[in-house]
Nanobody, 116 residues
Framework: QVQLLESGGGLVQAGGSLRLSCAAS????????MGWYRQAPGKQRELVAG???????DYAESVKGRFTISRDNAKNTVYLQMNSLKPEDTAVYYC??????????WGQGTQVTVSS
């Protein structure tokens, strides 16, 4: 089992910044990829960014150049630095930890609201 504890969401004006954190506990040695997904009202959950244990990173096209994902393996924590936020970034952001393609864990979600 892996437990994920997210923090850092909130309300920010367009153009502002927020930093999300997700701390993992449990069978953390088994985690391969950690990442962030988001789900806006009426839309499907989508990948925002992910980072493998080896450091390979993937971003959604819509956030490239604005968001930065990083991972501290010593602290079992993944971060998402979000800059130049837009109203369309408003969503519930979920931390995700994948052990393998068939086993994944989710955080409880943290609300990010960007006002125009």
């Amino acid at each position: 089992q892996v437990q994920l504890l997210e923090s850092g969401g909130g309300l920010v004006q367009a153009g502002g910044s927020l930093r999300l954190s997700c701390a993992a506990s449990g069978i953390i040695g088994s985690i391969n990829t950690m990442g962030w997904y988001r789900q806006a009202p009426g839309k499907q959950r989508e990948l925002v960014a992910g980072v493998t244990r080896a450091g390979s990173i993937d971003y959604a096209e819509s956030v490239k150049g604005r968001f930065t994902i990083s991972r501290d393996n010593a602290k079992n924590t993944v971060y998402l630095q979000m800059n130049s936020l837009k109203p369309e970034d408003t969503a519930v952001y979920y931390c995700n930890a994948k052990l393998n393609p068939k086993v994944a864990y989710w955080g409880q979600g943290t609300q990010v609201t960007v006002s125009s």
